[in-house]
């Protein structure tokens, strides 16, 4: 009893410092010499917190107390890996290669597996140099799990290419299933499709859940078809699909509204064994309603064995969104007693049913008749009912609504705000939009350049191009900064307005602030000056846009090659044609008969129908608008047998002629045959 107090104070007297100092080799070595130091205690020693230099010492000290060893010992350090991989590495790495033993590549696989990626790779970099191992697809195998668990998508491609491209290791069906769920996360099922079939040409075959990921990818990136041509070869191959996989191809079908493929394959899953889920069923109700095929939505939904709340509201939203009320109020009123009470987004797709029709009222009483069933409004729900009450000027509602809202904790952010400054707009309700922004105001909301766009962007299109500009002077007093969709909201207006002087003064002003001009505009600059003659001006114009990143479009080099011909300079009108093709644009019937009829205007009308000749091997279908230039200018021409072949031939293309075709064809016609008559009676 006497010494325990006196080790007890021994222990305390020891200092923290001191006994997280490194480990001292002297000591160790004191310690272990009344007992011979084997292969396990040397293992245990090194998983202790030594430093670097300590463990070489006591490496280099294990060796040389064992004579018969003639280099390092390093399966003790690599079994300490796991503990500390890093210091392991370190380690590894500092031991002189004249004492390095021959080491096998699975005492390195766990220091592998342990590494951070980078690091991984970096000693898979090694191995061959290093250690004089040639790494197998283990290591390779292992190196790109750790590349996939950290989401290193396009570091795993590389390294699965070096593997089997360049180091020519022979991959598995695991090295497979790493890099093609690889390429399905980065966007490229296609090619993980691909993948996939030569796994074939080296020994290997997919598995389940190979087949699995590269489905899901497939059908998440439109590849339905693809999808489901694999899933047939998933069954030919002995897999089996589960419901997930099932879903995926369903879901895929259903959105492209092919139903009665998705039906088929809901029955197919059943005959092998997999039962149909709550996702399956709302995929193929959604698919129903999205079709407006509510009735066989209903009638499914009888048929469903397990019902739940999302599938209620799926065929609910269905039938409101057809206008059938009646029916989604039925489907309302038996919820409960199907076990799926209505929850907030159910009284959501009612009263906004409600309000789309119309009728605020019932709306209302749909929302007292969710609050008496214990079912709190959210913001949803709220929202729904201000945008009615917005579009409908019932402003004292919006007020009370917004007080029962902050009562109850909720508040209507700026976000809410432009939503409903958007809904009056769009109904063209000016007036009721400023007054709903003042509202923001008062309620210490700052409207942002999301708030002063919709306005200005309706006042635009509602001809109030002066009270667009008002608000547009004074954004900056507001604290607020305008942005490109600004500038290109107006200048389109003051172009629309006639006002080209104004417009290329604010697209100056816009560049001075740092805004980029779209495409659009840029069009629509190309546009005014052409109406005004500036040609030269509106080439200039596309030289700019180039210049400064934005591509031009086939409107763009369309406006210039009409202007170039109506001013009978067609040498420079095709000489734009090639630029477009540089530019990777095809063009288009606009740009051929444009430069059609200005061959034409100059009286080359062999070079008119060699380029009506042109278009079948560009791939470009000529219209009847086509026709009718080459029949009206062959008439003035005078060359009626001409005109009428070229009539002949469009009818045989299939194109009909239409009223501007035999406006011009008539005349020139009952011409001719006046002209005939008139000499036969000279002649008698």
């Not at 491209?165 to 022979?170: A, E, G, L, N, S």
């Not at 492209?256 to 088929?264: C, S, V």
């Not at 707009?425 to 309620?443: I, N, S, V, W």
């Amino acid at each position: 009893m006497g010494e325990a107090p006196t080790k007890l104070q021994s222990a305390a007297a020891t200092s923290w410092p001191e006994l997280l100092a490194p480990f001292d080799l002297s000591r160790l070595r004191s310690t272990l010499s009344c007992r011979p130091l084997t292969p396990r205690r040397l293992a245990r020693l090194l998983a202790l917190p030594l430093s670097p230099s300590t463990s070489l010492l006591l490496l280099q000290w294990y060796a040389a107390s064992h004579p018969a060893l003639s280099s390092l010992p390093l399966r003790p350090l690599l079994a300490a890996a796991d503990a500390d991989p890093e210091r392991a590495l370190s380690l590894l790495e500092s031991l002189p290669s004249s004492r390095f033993p021959p080491i096998r590549e699975s005492l390195l696989i766990p220091l592998l597996r342990s590494l951070p990626p980078g690091r991984a790779l970096h000693l898979l970099d090694q191995l061959p140099r290093r250690f004089a191992v040639t790494p197998s697809f283990r290591s390779y195998n292992t190196v790109l799990a750790a590349l996939a668990r950290a989401d290193c998508h396009t570091d795993v491609l590389g390294l699965y290419h070096r593997m089997v491209h360049r180091d020519r290791v022979p991959p598995t069906t695991f090295t497979f299933g790493i890099a093609a769920r690889a390429l399905c996360r980065l966007g490229r099922a296609d090619e993980a499709l691909v993948m996939l079939r030569s796994m074939a040409r080296h020994g290997c075959i997919p598995d389940t859940v190979l087949y699995q990921t590269v489905i899901h990818a497939l059908c998440a990136q439109g590849g339905v078809n693809e999808a489901a041509t694999l899933l047939d070869e998933m069954f030919l191959m002995g897999c089996s699909a589960d419901a997930e996989t099932f879903n995926d191809i369903v879901h895929g079908l259903c959105t492209l509204g092919r139903l009665r493929e998705a039906a088929r394959l809901v029955d197919r899953m059943m005959v092998r064994g997999c039962v149909p889920n709550a996702m399956t069923y709302g995929f193929l109700l959604q698919g129903l309603c999205r079709a407006r095929q509510v009735n066989e939505a209903r009638a499914m939904l009888r048929r469903v064995p397990e019902l739940n709340v999302v599938l209620f509201n799926t065929v609910i939203g269905g039938c409101l969104s057809d206008g059938k009320l009646t029916e989604a109020t039925e489907l309302y009123e038996i919820m409960g007693s199907k076990g799926c009470p209505p929850d907030a987004h159910t009284f959501s797709i009612l009263i906004h049913g409600l309000c789309k029709r119309g009728e605020v009222g019932s709306a209302m009483r749909v929302l007292s008749e969710m609050e008496d069933k214990g079912c709190s409004p959210n913001m949803v729900t709220y929202t729904i009912l201000l945008h009615s009450f917005c579009r409908k000027g019932m402003w004292d509602d919006v007020r009370a609504l917004l007080e029962v809202m902050s009562a109850k904790g909720l508040s209507m952010n700026s976000q809410g705000y432009n939503g409903m400054i958007y809904a009056v707009c769009k109904e063209g309700r000016m007036d009721d939009a400023m007054t709903l922004m003042q509202e923001m105001k008062c309620q210490g909301y700052k409207p942002d350049i999301c708030t002063y766009n919709t306005i200005i962007y309706h006042l635009c299109k509602n001809d109030q191009i002066e009270e667009a500009e008002y608000l547009f002077e004074n954004l900056l007093d507001e604290g607020v900064v305008a942005n490109g969709i600004t500038y290109n909201t107006l200048i389109h207006a003051l172009l629309r307005k006639g006002s080209l002087k104004d417009a290329i003064n604010l697209a100056n002003d816009m560049v001075l602030h740092g805004c980029s001009l779209d495409v659009v505009t840029y069009n629509g600059l190309i546009k005014a000056l052409c109406r005004d003659g500036n040609v030269d001006r509106s080439m200039a114009l596309l030289t700019e846009m180039t210049e400064n990143g934005i591509k031009p479009n086939n409107v763009s080099y369309n406006l210039l090659v009409s202007e170039l011909c109506k001013k009978r300079r067609v040498r420079d009108a095709l000489e734009l044609s090639k630029e477009m093709l540089n530019q990777g644009l095809t063009p288009d019937i606009v740009t051929y008969n444009t430069l059609i009829n200005g061959l034409c205007k100059m009286g080359w009308m062999r070079a008119a129908l060699n380029l009506l000749e042109k278009l079948h091997s560009e791939d470009v279908c000529a219209d009847i608008i086509t026709y009718n230039i080459l029949i009206s200018w062959h008439c003035k021409a005078r060359f009626l047998d001409d005109a009428n072949m070229l009539l002949n031939r469009a009818v045989a293309g299939g194109i009909t002629p239409n009223e501007r075709t035999w406006g011009i064809m008539v005349p020139n016609f009952a011409r001719k045959a006046l002209s005939f008559l008139s000499d036969e009676v000279e002649g008698h």
